[in-house]
């Protein structure tokens, strides 16, 4: 039986207004019956793929909010597979996110 060696990945990731896409420094007009929630999606790609899914973890930080409002900001590894992943970046209520940077770090065979 032959074991594969493991491998280690990382690398740092900024988003923020000038990210196409980007909405969590906006406040839409609502009807104030629900509650805001807010989400911005990054892909990353593995420079080289795993052979199976490997763990993600993800380090915040930096961030850019607003001072009007309490810092609400939540950063997870979702749909991890062996070829990369997507960190999801959320907020909520009225708090206005105008940058998130974060280091990811990736391990596995």
Request: overall charge negative; glycine content about 8%.
């Given at each position: 039986m032959q074991s594969s060696p493991w491998k280690v990945l990382s690398s740092h990731v900024s988003a923020g207004v000038l990210t196409e896409g980007w909405q969590l420094n906006t406040i839409?007009?609502?009807?104030?019956?629900?509650?805001?929630?807010?989400?911005?999606?990054?892909p990353v790609t593995f420079d080289a793929p795993f052979y199976a899914p490997p763990v993600v973890q993800l380090g915040l930080t930096g961030f850019d909010i607003d001072q009007r409002d309490s810092a609400?900001?939540?950063?997870?590894?979702?749909?991890?597979?062996?070829?990369?992943?997507v960190a999801t970046i959320t907020t909520w209520a009225g708090t206005r996110v105008y940058g998130a940077e974060f280091q990811w770090l990736a391990i596995g065979a």
């Amino acid at each position: 039986m032959q074991s594969s060696p493991w491998k280690v990945l990382s690398s740092h990731v900024s988003a923020g207004v000038l990210t196409e896409g980007w909405q969590l420094n906006t406040i839409e007009d609502a009807d104030g019956d629900a509650p805001r929630i807010c989400t911005f999606e990054v892909p990353v790609t593995f420079d080289a793929p795993f052979y199976a899914p490997p763990v993600v973890q993800l380090g915040l930080t930096g961030f850019d909010i607003d001072q009007r409002d309490s810092a609400r900001l939540t950063l997870k590894a979702e749909s991890i597979t062996s070829a990369g992943f997507v960190a999801t970046i959320t907020t909520w209520a009225g708090t206005r996110v105008y940058g998130a940077e974060f280091q990811w770090l990736a391990i596995g065979a």
